[in-house]
């Protein structure tokens, strides 16, 4: 049985290191969502709601670290489709904010399978490839199949609508594939087949998705409309300077000029309290997370565990870079949170029990054998 069986060694190979920057991430982005609800009239609830559901991460992220990661492997086809059934009920029995309809009410909780898809991804994509192993570079014919597997959540989460969430599953899924090596002339092929389509794609976008798009390239045609937003942030970044104006003392957070301050914007606001200084340490805080996530990844014990753990690293990565590109004016608006940062409880949740996931892969290393 590989289920819930006790070594004792797991506690002592336990990765300390890990859960201590995610940890320390997790407390700086509380207090800085603290400083986005602070005003004269009173203190929002929304760093106390932060903290509730950092603290239920915790409890699933130990639960996750003690089932062997190769019973989750298994069972990924199973949470895949369970995972489905939720994005599907959303549909039928969600209810819409900020008009896109993406949650769940669970027991009092907003519940967002949409961010639990980005986990499932990686574990049904871990399943695949492991079943599915080749000593040479995958064909476009061979990828058939995994494409299939991403391409039905990213059709559903595209519907509700979150554009910037699909997109994360797609650069999951390439990421992935790069990570497992694809025949170059198959590389040809789907990148010309991904030029052509991108004129269609455009067509299918919502009206608001387009002028994101459109501001992204100039943000000061609109600046009291669609680039109200980008033109706020990067004045809050810039008027941080080196070492920022200090904690609760950022004019654009405390006069509330920073829109979607406690989730999009989040980084914004702790550009302008802690200045490029801040800024550079959280930054190098989550390089340190991403590379410490490598090298789980290269020295696990199986090819799932590899895949796995490289597709976490990579979900972290990628959205890290590209909220940061976005409060900065280098990237488009797509509504990617800042990883352990931002508010929402369904990110928190979903990111927390992936890195019990990492974690586990860590920890087994020193046990299993290959």
Same mark, same amino acid.
Not at 38 to 60: M, P, T
Not at 215 to 229: A, I, R, S, V
Not at 265 to 279: D, N, P, T
């Given at each position: ?9 797991? +506690? ?8 201590? *920057? ?59 489709? %369970? ?9 039928? +029995? ?21 961010? $639990? ?8 994509? /871990? ?12 064909? $476009?014919?061979?990828? $058939? %199949? ?9 059709? *559903? ?34 990148? /010309? ?127 890290? +870079? ?5 409060? *900065? ?11 352990? +940062? ?11 029990? /992936?890195?019990? *996931? ?13």
């Amino acid at each position: 049985m590989i289920f819930l069986k006790f070594d004792r060694r797991i +506690f002592q190979h336990f990765d300390w290191t890990l859960l201590g *920057l995610v940890l320390s991430v997790c407390a700086i982005g509380a207090l800085n969502i603290y400083s986005t609800g602070f005003s004269a009239e009173g203190q929002s609830s929304f760093y106390l709601k932060q903290i509730q559901w950092i603290a239920l991460g915790l409890i699933f992220m130990m639960m996750i670290f003690f089932v062997d990661y190769r019973v989750i492997i298994q069972a990924a086809y199973v949470i895949y489709g %369970v995972s489905i059934a939720l994005l599907i009920c959303v549909f039928l +029995f969600g209810y819409a904010a900020h008009g896109s309809q993406r949650w769940l009410g669970i027991g009092g909780f907003a519940l967002q399978p949409s961010e $639990l898809m980005k986990l499932v991804i990686i574990i049904t994509l /871990a399943r695949y490839f492991d079943d599915h192993k080749s000593n040479e570079p995958y064909k $476009l014919e061979e990828l $058939l %199949v995994p494409f299939l597997i991403v391409i039905m959540p990213f059709l *559903l989460i595209l519907k509700q609508p979150d554009l910037g969430t699909a997109l994360i599953l797609i650069i999951i899924f390439v990421s992935i594939v790069f990570f497992m090596g694809v025949n170059w002339k198959s590389l040809i092929i789907a990148s /010309a087949g991904i030029l052509i389509s991108i004129p269609i794609g455009w067509h299918f976008l919502k009206d608001y998705q387009k002028e994101r798009l459109i501001t992204f390239l100039n943000p000061e045609n609109d600046p009291l409309g669609t680039g109200y937003h980008i033109i706020q942030s990067m004045i809050a970044v810039g008027s941080g300077e080196i070492f920022g104006k200090g904690f609760l003392k950022g004019s654009q957070t405390q006069l509330k000029f920073l829109p979607e301050q406690q989730t999009d914007f989040i980084f914004s606001v702790f550009a302008e309290e802690w200045g490029f200084i801040g800024g550079l340490v959280l930054i190098i805080m989550f390089m340190a997370i991403i590379f410490w996530g490598l090298k789980i990844a290269l020295q696990a014990r199986d090819l799932s565990g590899t895949i796995m753990a490289f597709g976490i690293t990579a979900l972290i990565s990628w959205e890290v +870079f590209i909220n940061i590109g976005m409060v *900065l004016g280098i990237l488009p608006v797509v509504g990617i949170p800042l990883p352990f +940062f931002s508010y929402g409880g369904s990110a928190m949740l979903s990111l927390l029990v /992936a890195i019990g *996931l990492l974690m586990n892969v860590s920890t087994r290393r020193f046990i299993l054998q290959r």
